[in-house]
């Protein structure tokens, strides 16, 4: 099974970026769609974007659409969420995920392995 673990997140400025960072341990990542979820003290877990197994395909919430990309390394096996013009709103706990299907599907629900998470606060 594939157990994602990230890293990255820390404390940072309206405006500023971050880079979150997702390896997993026990096997490579190269035959997964990988996920970037967050979760805001009492809000439900969100969809922020995925990447397809091949890479070629990306997936945003409206929200981060232009401010965040997502990417996948396959020689380091690690997938990327870099996070631009960061807002308040975007304080979180971040969380990466991976399942064997689309990267169409967005509900947690259908992602089978996850990270313990990485807090990202934006103050403004």
């Known amino acids: 099974q594939v157990q994602p673990v990230e890293s990255g997140g820390g404390l940072v400025q309206a405006g500023g970026s971050l880079r979150l960072s997702c390896a997993a341990s026990?096997?490579?990542?190269?035959?997964?769609?990988m996920a970037w979820f967050r979760q805001a003290p009492g809000k439900e877990r969100e969809f922020v974007a995925n990447i397809a197994r091949s890479g070629g395909t990306t997936y945003y919430a409206d929200s981060v659409k232009g401010r965040f990309t997502i990417s996948r390394d396959s020689a380091k096996d690690t997938v990327y969420l870099q996070m631009d013009s960061l807002k308040p709103e975007d304080t979180a706990v971040y969380y990466c995920?991976?399942?064997?299907?689309?990267?169409?599907?967005?509900?947690?629900?259908?992602?089978?392995?996850w990270g313990p998470g990485t807090l990202v606060t934006v103050s403004s």
């Open positions: 026990g096997r490579t990542i190269s035959g997964y769609t």
């Open positions: 995920a991976s399942r064997m299907g689309s990267a169409i599907i967005r509900q947690p629900g259908a992602y089978d392995y």
